[in-house]
């Protein structure tokens, strides 16, 4: 029995949203199981200075960005006073960039070079390792993208604001 895929059958679209939830849950079923004091906590802790009415750059020392402290702080006020919903926000995070992308690249070529650009990416950088602000700079950066391939002058505002967001 010879077992044959055929690309033209399947919809790529698809299969590409199963390998982003795939490596999603991966993710998440490996986040689990890290603990970093130093690193995960430096951003939990920003967080909780900032709910707890401390002013940025007076009282708390930013490493990151404000716009990373205040989804943070957003994140554990939301989910509860833990650091792995800070990992699971970036994970999240992650992911919607990678489908952001993913469409970006369908719009500019086809459905097959966006679904091997997905697996290049996914298979390249596959687990989230720290909740840092790079991934939260990329989703805005390729938010900004996104909107500004779609060629409307009233995406062009929503793709400066998503580019200015990256920045912060």
């Known amino acids: 029995m010879e077992c044959r895929i055929n690309l033209?059958?399947?919809k790529l679209k698809y299969l590409s949203y199963f390998v982003i939830l795939n490596f999603f849950f991966y993710s998440l079923l490996f986040y689990t199981n890290i603990h970093d004091p130093h690193h995960h906590g430096l951003m939990f802790s920003n967080a909780i200075d900032l709910l707890s009415g401390k002013?940025?750059?007076k009282e708390i020392f930013i490493q990151y960005?404000?716009?990373t402290t205040f989804l943070h702080a957003v994140?554990?006020?939301i989910f509860g006073y833990e650091v792995i919903y800070l990992n699971f926000f970036t994970i999240l995070i992650y992911s919607l960039t990678i489908l952001i992308l993913f469409n970006i690249v369908k719009i500019l070529t086809n459905e097959k070079y966006a679904f091997f650009?997905?697996?290049?990416?996914?298979?390249n950088?596959?687990?989230?390792?720290l909740p840092w602000s790079n991934y939260i700079s990329?989703?805005?950066?390729t938010l900004g993208i996104y909107f500004f391939i779609q060629k409307k002058f009233?995406?062009?505002y929503l793709s400066g604001l998503f580019f200015a967001l990256a920045v912060l």
């Open 65 to 67: 960005g404000l716009l």
């Open 75 to 77: 994140v554990i006020k």
């Open 55 to 57: 002013y940025p750059y």
């Open 138 to 141: 990329f989703f805005f950066i």
């Open 117 to 123: 650009s997905t697996l290049i990416i996914l298979f």
């Open 125 to 129: 950088h596959p687990i989230i390792w």
């Open 154 to 156: 009233s995406d062009n």
């Open 8 to 10: 033209k059958h399947i």
